[in-house]
């Protein structure tokens, strides 16, 4: 899965809980990075933050939505904005989900194995 947020110590700590629990991981630390390795990889799963330069979040789930080799790929907002318009706005560009941050490592676990689970991921 690909772990994209601006925050090193973020990418980090979301990497260390999903590689303990025995998932492949990489990272991006932008929208812009994520589409560059997500069009160079198979990836299943995508975790992204809102707020990041050069391409955000929301513009990054638009752009994986419209995308028809990406359409099943499950993305998955992790933000620290827990409501207001940037929630409406990653839902609605097709956010399979919104978590907000901090985001117990069990609950992380718990909801990337849900969706794995009912996923085709993406194979390009």
């Not at 990418?11 to 991981?25: P, S």
């Not at 997500?38 to 638009?62: C, F, K, Q, S, T």
Request: include cysteine; charged fraction near 25%.
């Amino acid at each position: 899965m690909l772990v994209v947020d601006d925050s090193g110590i973020t990418r980090r700590l979301v990497c260390m809980v999903l590689e303990g629990a025995g998932f492949e991981v990489g990272t991006a630390e932008n929208g812009l990075e994520a589409l560059e390795k997500l069009y160079r990889g198979e990836w299943e799963l995508v975790i992204a933050d809102v707020n990041m330069p050069m391409m955000d979040g929301v513009d990054l789930v638009r752009q994986v939505r419209e995308d028809p080799a990406y359409r099943g790929l499950p993305v998955v907002v992790l933000s620290s904005e827990a409501a207001g318009e940037r929630v409406r706005q990653a839902l609605a560009a097709g956010a399979d989900l919104y978590l907000t941050k901090p985001v117990p490592p069990e609950m992380l676990v718990a909801t990337v194995r849900a969706l794995l689970a009912g996923s085709r991921g993406c194979r390009r």
